[in-house]
Structures are given as structure tokens and as C-alpha cells.
T-cell receptor
Framework: GEQVEQLPSSLIVQEGASVLINCSYT??????FPWYKQEPGKRLQFIID?????ERKQNQRLTLLFDKKTKHLSLHITATQPGDSAIYFC??????????????FGEGTQVTVIS | DAAVTQKPRYLIKMKGQEAEMKCIPE?????VFWYQQKQSKELKFLIY????????QIDMVKERFSAVCPSSSLCSLGIRTCEAEDSALYLC???????????FGPGTRLLVL
């Protein structure tokens, strides 16, 4: 089945600096890639997504890049704030013709923003 | 639309007991998913419902869990006989379709003693 690898597993960044999280997947049938943020005690929050027919998507301080050829994604967060401290998850969804919409998740990246 | 709701938030069971948790998906969402998360690590897919019908599930769910969506506004996940390894956060999500954004509930944290 699909496997998603995410790196790094954790990082610490100074407030105002940028963060880069890398994600790779194995199954070329994956076509939809949502990212989520999980803060302690809070529900998993959708932050940005991209489909396989796109190469780049931006949402305010978030930029998501997608390389279909190398099966690689990268999430760039600029001008980090303390509120960005969280675990970030990359996920992949395969096109199964409606038989399953399950997401396969990476292990997460713990981002800590220090002042 | 109201956010995905899950109850209870916390559940403590003894080994061998039965556990049940519930999920109310967002109104209008026809796809419902359950995931298991241990120690803030990656979420593990358990089962997927589309229009209240189970279409995909892992073997562990077939063997030891019971999951139903009796209506579009209520789903439940049960563990017939709890084991220590079942201690985890159980997350429910819903979406409009199988490849649409999934929105997650706050989860039910199960502790099996």
C-alpha cells in the first residue's frame, strides 16, 4: 500500500524565520495531498492541499510544492509565529474510483517556534 | 456547518471490556472515516463509510471492532474486547466525497488498563 515519509521529524525555528517540511510518497495512484496541523489538545486542522494536476499552491504564509515525477512535496511556512508551533502532517489520497477515500499519513513534523 | 463532534472525549476501560465511541459528521457530508493515532504519531486508517455503507476497512477492524453508521448524522466505532494496544486517540473525520477535504473531530482518547 501507499507509504508516506516525512522529514524532518522535528525542528526548532526562531520566530520570523521560515520552515521547510519535506514529504515523499510511493504510490503513483495518489492524487490528492492534504496537510494538517495538530496543536496540543486541539483537533486536527486542515491547512492546505494540492492535487496531482498542480505544481504549486499558496495560502497566505503557506506554500506547497508538488513534484509528480519524484513523488515529492514540500511545505514552506514563512514568517513563523508562536502559533505555528504544532505537529504538521502530510497525507496522501489515492484515486480508487470511490471505493476508498482513506488518507495515508506521514509520521508528522514537530515544529517549535521560539521567541 | 457544525464541526465534526465526537463523544465521549475520554474513555477508560479494563482489558477485556467493550468500548464504544460516537461521531456526528458535518451536515451534508456523505463520507465518514475513522483513524487511530498513538502518541501523536501518524494517523492509521481504520474504516471508511460512504452513504452509511462500509466500503473499506483494515483487517483489525473486521476482526475485533464493530463500526456502523445507522444514519447520516451518527456513526459509532466499538471495540468488542479491549486490549492494551487499543489505547489511542480515535479520530473521526467526514467529507463531502471520497477525495474531498476531510474535517476531523476532537477525538476520543481511550485508555485500556
Amino acid at each position: 500500500g501507499e507509504q508516506v515519509e516525512q522529514l524532518p521529524s522535528s525542528l526548532i525555528v526562531q520566530e520570523g524565520a521560515s520552515v521547510l517540511i519535506n514529504c515523499s510518497y510511493t504510490d503513483s495512484a495518489s492524487v490528492y495531498f492534504p496537510w494538517y496541523k495538530q496543536e496540543p489538545g486541539k483537533r486536527l486542522q486542515f491547512i492546505i492541499d494540492i492535487r496531482s494536476n498542480m505544481e504549486r499552491k499558496q495560502n497566505q504564509r503557506l506554500t506547497l510544492l508538488f513534484d509528480k515525477k519524484t513523488k515529492h512535496l514540500s511545505l514552506h511556512i514563512t514568517a513563523t509565529q508562536p502559533g505555528d508551533s504544532a505537529i504538521y502532517f502530510c497525507s496522501a489520497n489515492m484515486n480508487t474510483g470511490g471505493l476508498s477515500g482513506k488518507l495515508t499519513f506521514g509520521e508528522g513534523t514537530q515544529v517549535t517556534v521560539i521567541s | 456547518d457544525a464541526a465534526v463532534t465526537q463523544k465521549p472525549r475520554y474513555l477508560i476501560k479494563m482489558k477485556g471490556q467493550e468500548a464504544e465511541m460516537k461521531c456526528i459528521p458535518e451536515k451534508g457530508h456523505t463520507a465518514v472515516f475513522w483513524y487511530q493515532q498513538k502518541q501523536s504519531k501518524e494517523l492509521k486508517f481504520l474504516i471508511y463509510f460512504q452513504n452509511q455503507q462500509p466500503l473499506d476497512q483494515i483487517d483489525m477492524v473486521k476482526e475485533r471492532f464493530s463500526a456502523v453508521c445507522p444514519s447520516s448524522s451518527l456513526c459509532s466505532l466499538g471495540i468488542r474486547t479491549c486490549e492494551a494496544e487499543d489505547s489511542a486517540l480515535y479520530l473521526c473525520s467526514s467529507s463531502r466525497g471520497d477525495q474531498d477535504t476531510q474535517y476531523f473531530g476532537p477525538g476520543t482518547r481511550l485508555l485500556v488498563l
